[in-house]
């Protein structure tokens, strides 16, 4: 049976590691031809490999995909190497530092929106006039934290709101020419970033992370993919503009910050209404609980 990517050619950033590496290999499992993108530091090649020994056709790309000279070389590779372009995948990208706003870094700030905002938007830029030719599609890996905010990483969450509202823009714009853009929004997932010993969080956010789920634990980089693969193939020809949130069920359940509120942030303030009827609303009306 053919796979739902066959013959396409993708391009996924941050493709060596942790997602990116995820979906590089379930993309070229569907069938597609892929450039596995990533940093001169990332293990590109070690996937490239790992993919040609399960069959699939991958190209490797080492470049810092912020860099508008290096994002075009990654496209031109697509080109030369599998004769044009039909996914973009914008899945690079950095999460450096926990802090609250007014201790957060300047230079990780920069540095977000760098690897995060510049990435996917000089490679979207230079991906569209070859996407525009073969009708594809381009999505970039959002966050429910693009989404609700991420407390004590608010500019990492800020900077995946932009992504939303980057791939929405770019949905509208192009889709007279056929072009589809897409977000997958993953939840906490099974990454180094999820991690405290390999990521910035401590312990209680780890934990804090994995109970504001539904599920109650991460995704895992697989999960993900598959909903990529699903995402940019034909089976999802009429979805275009959308957040696809793969995310545990965060989004609706993200809880617990009252917890963490000071007692002098708990205290109501002192009434100056002469108010008698405020817990008298329901009085006489049906009420149940059937939780007991
Ligand atoms: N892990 C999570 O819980 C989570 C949740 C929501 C969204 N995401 C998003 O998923 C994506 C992948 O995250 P991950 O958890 O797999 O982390 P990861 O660190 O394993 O993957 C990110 C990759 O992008 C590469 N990269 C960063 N900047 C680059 C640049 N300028 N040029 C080329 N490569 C670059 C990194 O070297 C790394 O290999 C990110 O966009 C992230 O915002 C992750």
Known sequence: MAGRLEGKAAIVTGAATGI??????????????????????????????????????????????ADEIDAQACIALALDAFGGLDILINNA??????????????????????NNIRSAFVMTRFALP???????????????????????????GGSKGF????????????????????????GPVDTAWTHKETGPMNAQMEKQTLAGTILGRRGTPE?????????????????????????????IAKGGPGEMAQSFV??????????????????????ENRMH
Not at 131 to 139: K, P
Not at 164 to 179: C, L
């Open 266 to 287: 708990k205290e109501q303030p002192t009434p100056t209404l002469d108010l008698k009827h405020s817990h008298d609303g329901l009085k006489g009306k049906p009420i």
């Open 223 to 251: 999960e993900i993919a598959n909903v990529f693969a699903f995402a940019a193939s034909d089976e999802a020809s009429v979805m275009t503009g959308a957040l696809i949130f793969a995310d545990g069920g965060t989004t």
């Open 20 to 65: 990116g590496e995820a979906i590089a290999h379930k993309f070229a499992r569907e069938g597609a031809k892929v450039v596995v993108a990533g940093l001169p530091t990332d293990p590109v090649d070690d996937v490239v490999q790992a993919i040609k020994r399960h069959g699939g056709m991958a190209e490797a790309f080492l470049g810092d995909l």
């Open 130 to 156: 070859h996407l525009q030719r073969s009708r594809g599609v381009v999505i970039s890996t959002g966050s429910e934290a693009g989404e609700m905010g991420e407390p004590t990483a608010a500019p990492y």
């Open 163 to 186: 992504i939303h509202a980057f791939m929405r823009g770019v949905a509208y714009e192009q889709g007279k020419y056929g072009v589809r853009a897409l977000c997958v929004c993953p």
């Open 93 to 114: 990208g950095v999460f450096p530092e926990i802090a609250e706003c007014q201790d957060h870094s300047i230079e990780l700030f920069d540095y977000i929106v760098r």
